[in-house]
């Protein structure tokens, strides 16, 4: 096996530069594609099931921390979705996310995600093994799944709105 300082130079630079690519999409006009929002509305909640399942073990606590942050991210899509910049250019569809809103969703998550992988680091595998043992993670994992399915959600209502008939009547 590698040493942890090795695969930690290996994966560093991997996870900067997926945190800087997704802080620019927080920011920039991006093009609206109806199978990124499809797919993030089957991915996440999946993987909402899938963490929930396995914090069921865990007790009731991490169940509720998970459960609370699931409204509050729809809340705050919600608010991001009507602060958002929708444009149609043609065929093409583009839209401006409210970039404050995503930028707090992301940056907690991955400031919390920054702080278990410290804690793995320093404690090591046996003294740190459960990850879906802490509502902390668990809470701010349901505020990220739940902005992230109604945003979707939302900018596939838009589209639906927006998009011309694909049938003539």
Not at 43 to 51: E, G, H, M, R, S
Not at 89 to 99: E, L, R
Not at 120 to 130: D, R, S, V
């Amino acid at each position: 096996m590698l040493p942890t300082p090795v695969v930690a130079a290996v994966i560093a630079p991997l996870v900067l530069w997926r945190m800087y690519s997704r802080f620019k999409r927080l920011t920039s006009r991006q093009q609206s594609k109806t199978w990124r929002h499809r797919s993030t509305l089957v991915f996440f909640p999946l993987l909402v099931l899938a963490l929930a399942a396995g914090a069921f073990a865990s007790g009731p606590v991490t169940l509720i921390a998970l459960a609370a942050g699931l409204p509050l991210g729809l809340i705050l899509a919600r608010i991001a979705i009507a602060k958002t910049r929708f444009e149609q250019a043609g065929d093409a569809f583009y839209f401006t996310p409210n970039a404050p809103i995503g930028m707090l969703i992301g940056l907690l998550f991955i400031g919390r995600m920054a702080y278990r992988a410290y804690e793995y680091y320093t404690l090591g595998t046996i003294a740190n093994h459960e990850f879906v043992t802490s509502p902390l993670t668990l809470f701010i994992f349901g505020l990220l799944a739940g902005y992230y399915m109604t945003y979707a959600f939302g900018l596939l209502a838009w589209r639906r709105r927006t998009a011309p008939p694909t049938h003539p009547q």
